[in-house]
């Protein structure tokens, strides 16, 4: 750690006191006005990028383990909020979306009387089955 060379040439601000402060973000995040813990959030605590937290996140595994706490912070309290109502259901659904959640709807194609339910023919390779069915569906054309 400490003053590592990047790429660009600049200096690397990570170091102890970067990651204890990262640290305490977890617990202090809304004293910076956030209402869940972010990675933004955590970027402007530390005064830093956002590429910069992730940068740092693949050169520290403690600096990686803040960030996935952060993450999992907010992926709890956007779980607890929306299902409360303290958050608003189409932003939290946004986030969420980030997280790997969807809304989505399974169609089932079949009907309560069974007229919709799926067919399978299997006329195994018997061409005038094949044609006589289609010939059927087609009404005799």
Known sequence: MGEDTNVGGCPSKL?????AKAEEYIY???SNDDIVPSVAGLACYLEISRSSVYNYKDKSNRFLDIVER???LQEKMLINGGLKGDF???ITKL???KRGYSDSQVVDNTSSDGSMS???N???GDAQAASQAYQDIMGGK
Not at 15 to 19: A, F, G, H, T
């Open 28 to 30: 202090d995040f809304r």
């Open 118 to 120: 799926p067919t399978i």
């Open 122 to 124: 299997n006329f195994n």
């Open 88 to 90: 608003n259901a189409a």
């Open 95 to 97: 986030m969420m979306a």
């Open 70 to 72: 952060v993450e999992l």
């Open 15 to 19: 170091d102890d006191e970067l990651i």
